[in-house]
């Protein structure tokens, strides 16, 4: 049984230019959840969806990041207009239901030059 | 106050010794903890969960609860270099759509 699965691991982009993280959950489990890490910090919780729903985006940022888990296909976050302070490691995660621990993914680390 | 807190570190041990790590949280209605580990540049491994007071053994692995005094702790016994990586304390608060919340981590490392 595949785990999570996220692509691509390492993605370089140039200030001003959009990234787009792709997010394929273990099989069956129907809750994602993004997560993101800077350099000797911990996990922030970014935004939690299930299928078509996004349920609390209270960690994303207001603007230029958008998020979505679509009925058919991976969960992808979207990053408008990157800037320096966008690079960190992109985890995510994924549950059969609420209340049960998450399963991460090997992350993307985005890099903006 | 930070909902989890891990204030304690780096930790350093010698092998074959005890390793503590420590996590205290700040909402009391928390019902799920859990233990992490990350090595450098690597995603977070689940290692253990304890939902009721007291200990849970797993292997050289214990986890200890609290409630009342809301920490939840990792204990491993004979340390083994394999050991030296970045421990993430997260607790889930109950309800339908809760979020798991991570404390900044401990990193311990463990002398040969």
């Known amino acids: 049984n595949a785990g999570v699965m996220q692509n691509p691991r390492h993605l370089v982009r140039r200030r001003g230019q959009e990234a787009r993280l792709r997010c394929s959950p273990v099989?069956?489990?129907?809750?994602v959840y993004w997560y993101r890490q800077l350099p000797e910090e911990g996990l922030k919780f970014m935004v939690y969806?299930?299928?078509?729903?996004?349920?609390?985006e209270s960690g994303m940022p207001k603007e230029r990041f958008s998020a979505e888990f679509p009925k058919e296909g991976p969960s992808i976050l979207r990053i408008q207009q990157v800037v320096r302070g966008d690079s960190a490691a992109y985890f995510c995660?994924?549950?059969?239901?609420?209340?049960?621990?998450?399963?991460f993914g090997n992350g993307t680390r985005l890099t903006v030059t | 106050q930070k909902e989890v807190e891990q204030n304690s570190g780096p930790l350093s041990v010698p092998e074959g010794a005890i390793a503590s790590l420590n996590c205290t949280y700040s909402d009391r209605v928390s019902q799920s903890f859990f233990w992490y580990r990350q090595y450098s540049g690597k995603s977070p491994e689940l290692i253990m969960s304890?939902?009721?007071?007291g200990d849970k053994e797993d292997g050289r692995f214990t986890a200890q609860l609290n409630k009342a005094s809301q920490y939840v702790s990792l204990l491993i016994r004979d340390s083994q270099p394999s050991d030296s990586a970045t421990y993430l304390c997260?607790?889930?608060?109950?309800?339908?759509?809760?979020?798991?919340?991570f404390g900044k981590g401990i990193t311990l490392s463990v002398r040969p």
């Open positions: 995660a994924s549950s059969p239901g609420t209340e049960t621990a998450l399963h």
């Open positions: 997260a607790v889930l608060r109950p309800g339908a759509n809760s979020k798991l919340t």
């Open positions: 304890i939902y009721s007071n």
């Open positions: 969806l299930q299928k078509e729903n996004i349920i609390d």
């Open positions: 099989k069956g489990h129907s809750h």
